[in-house]
Structures are given as structure tokens and as C-alpha cells.
């Protein structure tokens, strides 16, 4: 089974959300995971936006892309816009989906306006999913 990661910096939003996203539209035609090169705490709106949408990321951690082997990924998505998105050394197959990161640290944003921020996120990503040929991982 051919397998992606979903790549940024801290695998807390865009990369969860690509993961259960990709799960969720691609079933058990390839393996996905996600990653980040420094990992922090899963979002609690990436968490909360998609159990909006039916998918359960309550269970999910960041985890490190130190601790993949990625002689084993044949896609990797990276998700980062205006951060620097980690630079992995391999011949894998790659892609770059410039996204806004979501998460913010501004007194100023309200929790709805975070929600807007996670849910435009989403229906980024899925869009993106939704036209990603398969056949690429060939």
C-alpha cells in the first residue's frame, strides 16, 4: 500500500486535518500520516472544526518527522505558506500546498474568527484532496 505524509511545522492544523481528511476520502486505498519538525500540541479548533464534519481527531498527536522512516512515504505534502516548511533529504515524491496557517496567537482574533480561520482551512485542504490524483503515487 503506497503511503503519503502530510508535512509542516508543528503537526498541530493543516497536517491533522489533511490526515483525516485523506483518510476519510481515500479509505483504505493508501496509508496516510502526518508530521511536523517541531511538533506542539494538537489544535483544539483543528480537533473541534472536524468533528464538525465527522471526523474524530480527539485521538490524534503530533508527532515528529525524526520519527518516520521516510524510505517508506511515496507523497509528501508539505503545508506551510509564510513559515519555513521542513526540508526532508529524499527522492520521495513531493508536493506543496502553500496554506495559511490557522492558529494564531493574536489577542485580537476571537474564537469565531479562529473557527473561520480552521474551517476556511478545511475546505482548503479538501478541495486539494478532492483533486489529487491517486495515480501520482505510481
Known amino acids: 500500500m503506497k503511503t503519503i505524509l502530510f508535512l509542516c511545522v508543528a503537526n498541530s492544523a493543516r497536517s491533522q486535518m489533511a490526515e483525516g481528511l485523506a483518510r476519510d476520502i481515500f479509505g483504505g486505498k493508501v496509508n496516510v500520516l502526518s508530521a511536523g519538525s ?3 500540541k494538537v489544535n483544539p479548533y483543528a480537533v473541534q472544526v472536524m468533528a464538525e464534519n465527522g ?3 480527539s ?3 503530533s508527532k515528529s518527522v525524526d520519527d518516520i522512516d521516510l524510505s517508506t512515504i511515496d507523497l ?3 503545508l506551510c505558506a509564510d513559515e519555513v516548511c521542513p526540508v526532508v533529504h529524499t ?3 513531493r508536493l506543496h500546498w502553500p496554506l495559511a496557517d490557522p492558529a494564531t496567537n ?3 482574533i476571537s474564537k469565531d474568527q479562529l473557527l473561520v480561520r480552521f474551517r476556511t482551512a478545511h475546505d ?3 478541495a486539494k484532496l478532492s483533486k489529487l490524483n491517486l495515480n501520482i503515487l505510481d
Open 38 to 40: 517541531a511538533p506542539a
Open 55 to 57: 471526523i474524530d481527531l
Open 59 to 61: 485521538r490524534h498527536t
Open 76 to 78: 509528501i505534502i508539505t
Open 91 to 93: 527522492r520521495t515524491k
Open 106 to 108: 493574536d489577542p485580537k
Open 124 to 126: 482548503e485542504i479538501s
